[in-house]
């Protein structure tokens, strides 16, 4: 089943909350709010921010095995490394649910693809989300930070914004670069 293909942002906003387990509700808001507000500073498009935002965890609920069977149902082979780290597919899965469930543009796609590893050369889009995803006010109360200020300011991003404290989270090996400049 395919949604219209362009829902409202209040719509889109309803129906995600909809599927989220309560206690992921604030953080998305929160990423997505997050993200607004990065992509105002930056000169990104608003209302892809906010979309990739709210969609960035829409498929966190499914366990690690139900990841794994979504992402062989729409042909994706995994790397080893996602295999031994299924939390982190849920990246891969939203960005498939966002294109073909929600029908959302590439630039959401993909923001929503790489948010939980990065990769080089990311998008502006990819990483506001990336950096949203980290240090939206509400994360806290989640889960352990990935990563510190040393990444958020890799991006020229601002001090302003409430960091957490460094977190031990796997990362690809392929995505080391994802932060680097040329």
């Known amino acids: 089943m395919k949604l219209q293909k362009y829902l409202t942002m209040e719509k889109l906003e309803e129906v995600v909350i909809s599927l989220l387990k309560p206690e992921r509700v604030k953080h998305v808001l929160g990423c997505r709010d997050t993200a607004v507000a990065l992509a105002k500073?930056?000169?990104?498009?608003?209302?892809?921010?906010?979309?990739?935002?709210?969609?960035?965890?829409?498929?966190?609920?499914?366990?690690?095995?139900?990841?794994?069977?979504?992402?062989?149902?729409?042909?994706?082979i995994l790397s080893d490394f996602s295999r031994k780290y299924p939390k982190t597919l849920h990246a891969l899965t939203g960005s498939l649910v966002a294109e073909r469930i929600f029908g959302e543009n590439e630039n959401v796609?993909?923001?929503?693809?790489?948010?939980?590893?990065?990769?080089?050369?990311?998008?502006?889009?990819?990483?506001?989300?990336?950096?949203?995803?980290?240090?939206?006010?509400?994360?806290?109360?989640?889960?352990?930070?990935?990563?510190?200020?040393?990444?958020?300011?890799?991006?020229?991003?601002?001090?302003s914004w409430p960091i957490g404290t460094p977190g031990a989270f796997p990362v690809q090996p392929v995505r080391l670069s994802a932060g680097k400049r040329k």
């Open 41 to 76: 500073c930056w000169g990104a498009d608003e209302t892809d921010a906010a979309r990739a935002g709210i969609l960035h965890d829409i498929t966190k609920a499914i366990d690690g095995p139900l990841q794994l069977t979504l992402c062989e149902a729409y042909g994706k």
């Open 109 to 159: 796609v993909s923001a929503i693809c790489h948010h939980t590893t990065g990769r080089a050369d990311m998008t502006m889009l990819e990483k506001i989300i990336y950096i949203a995803d980290y240090v939206e006010r509400e994360r806290s109360g989640i889960t352990a930070r990935r990563g510190d200020e040393n990444v958020v300011n890799a991006w020229g991003v601002t001090k």
